[in-house]
T-cell receptor, first 116, second 112 residues
Framework: LAKTTQPISMDSYEGQEVNITCSHN???????ITWYQQFPSQGPRFIIQ???TKVTNEVASLFIPADRKSSTLSLPRVSLSDTAVYYC?????????????????FGKGTKLSVKP | DAEITQSPRHKITETGRQVTLACHQT?????MFWYRQDLGHGLRLIHY???????NKGEVSDGYSVSRSNTEDLPLTLESAASSQTSVYFC???????????FGPGTRLLVL
């Protein structure tokens, strides 16, 4: 099972670009990488997902190197409302169809604090 | 609008009691998940289901069970609650195995 490691916390200022890296050294071939955002007393909310190279949507970019042992979530021009905990998720549940137990492994999360 | 709800939102129980947490989604998603969230551990998968009558164990399934009798609901049962099961529990659903998961608001459980 892939184990993920993220920085516990990061600080930034409004308008800056923030990059959060997640390490997943033993990621499996079928595993996708997904990032979620969580505000206090709420459930996580999807940000972005990728398998390799670079993915961009309206809120973030996700960079995945060729070896896929890490991934970096990039938040452009953060605002105070981006203060939250960010989780990377690695896994694949499809393997369960073949008899093996699949799994989804969340990182422990990175608490991002954006200051004025 | 489609949504995913959890009940109760807060629960206090005693050690040894059976507790059931409800999860209901109106997305018509095939996949449903239960996670627990604890300080220092992040989110950990308890059980998941690909569809009606299907259930599978996750990373921390000991002491928990689920059943899927319809598409909309995946109740989580703690057979005999233990203090170590004090946690915040999140239910989620997704359309496909690699698709976005939509999370419920969570249930905060305290086992005394």
């Amino acid at each position: 099972l892939a184990k993920t490691t993220q920085p516990i916390s990061m600080d930034s200022y409004e308008g800056q670009e923030v990059n959060i890296t997640c390490s997943h050294n033993n990621i499996a071939t079928n595993d996708y990488i997904t990032w979620y955002q969580q505000f206090p007393s709420q459930g996580p909310r999807f940000i972005i997902q990728g398998y390799k190279t670079k993915v961009t949507n309206e809120v973030a970019s996700l960079f995945i190197p060729a070896d896929r042992k890490s991934s970096t979530l990039s938040l452009p021009r953060v605002s105070l409302s981006d203060t939250a905990v960010y989780y990377c998720l690695v896994g694949d549940l499809r393997v369960n169809y073949g008899g093996s137990q699949g799994n989804l492994i969340f990182g422990k999360g990175t608490k991002l604090s954006v200051k004025p | 609008d489609a949504e995913i709800t959890q009940s109760p939102r807060h629960k206090i129980t005693e050690t040894g009691r059976q507790v059931t947490l409800a999860c209901h989604q109106t997305w018509n998603h095939n996949n449903m998940f239960w996670y627990r969230q604890d300080l220092g551990h992040g989110l950990r998968l308890i059980h998941y289901s690909y569809g009606v009558q299907d259930t599978n164990k996750g990373e921390v399934s000991d002491g928990y069970s689920v059943s899927r009798s319809n598409t909309e609901d995946l109740p989580l049962t703690l057979e005999s609650a233990a203090s170590s099961q004090t946690s915040v529990y999140f239910c989620a659903s997704s359309e496909g195995w690699a698709e976005t998961q939509y999370f419920g608001p969570g249930t905060r459980l305290l086992v005394l």
